[in-house]
């Protein structure tokens, strides 16, 4: 995500373009502790989305709420920050990173907060896990090496393995439905762009590079598309687009002079869910496949970083 990537020591938040931190952090009130206890979290609305926020104050805490919003249910208490939530392919794991130990680690926890267990140990950040369909793998973002570049492990984190070797920054991955490829960000040429290359890191392929800055990129459940943040300059509004897989038909589906970014596909592939700052503090909102109907699901300032899960 472009507003939350750029600055350290901040969470999903890592460098993806050097400077602008666009965003303070604000204490905010969660939601009334009522509304837990009428809805259950039971999936309603289509699924689970888990994201990050700041609402506890600066150190990101991780919840879990109902798709249409309600139910909004805290899962980390610790005194870290806690990000990048991912759900595994059957929703029962969400795999995230965490500061709590000095340095960003990945993580899993069960969706009802329970059996936490730590995954890696490295001594530079570890972000961005993306599951591999089956479940099995895990494909993450990591500073280990010096520069960002992505590894692949097995879902316990052993055979830790790195599948991109270079002097530029290669991150935020995310796996085809069908888990042979890897779409992923990369600066090869200066500019952010979206690639795609094998899941053992062979045949790179450009997908979107031009002279804006295109980044995180979230292919549909069907294979057939993927979405993307694109910005011209760091200063800039950013919007989420759609692309065929293929990246030769773009289509823009936010249009405003705010920050919209982080797009992922609900697990049927007939919604989004997306942050942006157009009230005034970053908030979730769902939308349209075609950009249209977009509504707001969470009130909370500082709302980051969807994953959706199905029921």
Same mark, same amino acid.
């Given at each position: ?46 699924g ?12 990101e ?6 798709a ?17 939530p991912?759900?595994? &392919?059957?929703?029962?794991? !969400?795999?995230? #990173? =965490?500061?709590? @130990? +000095? *340095?960003?680690? /990945?993580?899993?926890? $069960?969706? %009802? ?53 270079n ?9 085809? &439905?069908?888990?042979?490829? !890897?779409?992923? #960000? =990369?600066t090869? @040429? +200066? *500019?952010?762009? /979206?690639?795609?290359? $094998?899941? %053992? ?42 692309a ?6 773009l ?8 920050v ?18 157009? *009230? ?13 109907n ?18």
């Amino acid at each position: 995500m472009f507003s939350r990537t750029n600055h350290l020591p901040h969470p999903a938040v890592i460098t993806i373009f050097a400077g602008v931190g666009l965003l303070c952090s604000l204490m905010c009130s969660a939601p009334s502790s009522s509304e837990s206890q009428i809805v259950p979290l039971d999936g309603r609305g289509g699924g689970y989305i888990a994201f990050q926020t700041e609402r506890h104050g600066p150190k990101e805490a991780l919840y879990v709420m109902n798709a249409d919003g309600t139910a909004q249910t805290r899962l980390t208490t610790n005194a870290g920050s806690n990000v990048c939530p991912a759900f595994s &392919p059957d929703s029962r794991l !969400i795999a995230f #990173s =965490s500061d709590r @130990t +000095g *340095d960003y680690e /990945i993580y899993v926890i $069960n969706r %009802d907060g329970t059996d936490e267990r730590r995954l890696t140990n490295s001594p530079g950040y570890d972000l961005h896990p993306s599951w591999s369909p089956d479940g099995k793998t895990i494909a993450f973002m990591t500073a280990r090496d010096g520069n960002h570049e992505i590894y692949i492990m097995n879902s316990d984190g052993t055979n830790q393995t790195r599948i991109t070797n270079n002097t530029w920054n290669d991150q935020l991955p995310d796996w085809t &439905p069908d888990g042979n490829s !890897i779409l992923y #960000s =990369s600066t090869q @040429t +200066g *500019d952010n762009g /979206i690639y795609m290359m $094998n899941k %053992d890191g062979s045949n790179i392929r450009v997908v979107v590079n031009t002279s804006d800055h295109e980044i995180d990129g979230r292919i549909s459940p069907n294979g057939q598309a993927f979405v993307f943040t694109r910005t011209s300059s760091f200063s800039s509004p950013r919007q989420v687009w759609r692309a065929t897989i293929d990246g030769t038909t773009l289509t823009q589906l936010t249009n405003n002079a705010a920050v919209n970014e982080d797009a992922h596909w609900s697990p049927d592939g007939t919604q989004l869910v997306f942050q942006s700052d157009r *009230d005034g503090s970053y908030q979730l909102f769902l939308m349209n496949p075609d950009g249209g109907n977009q509504r707001k699901i969470s009130t909370a300032q500082g709302d980051y970083w969807p994953s959706w899960g199905k029921k």
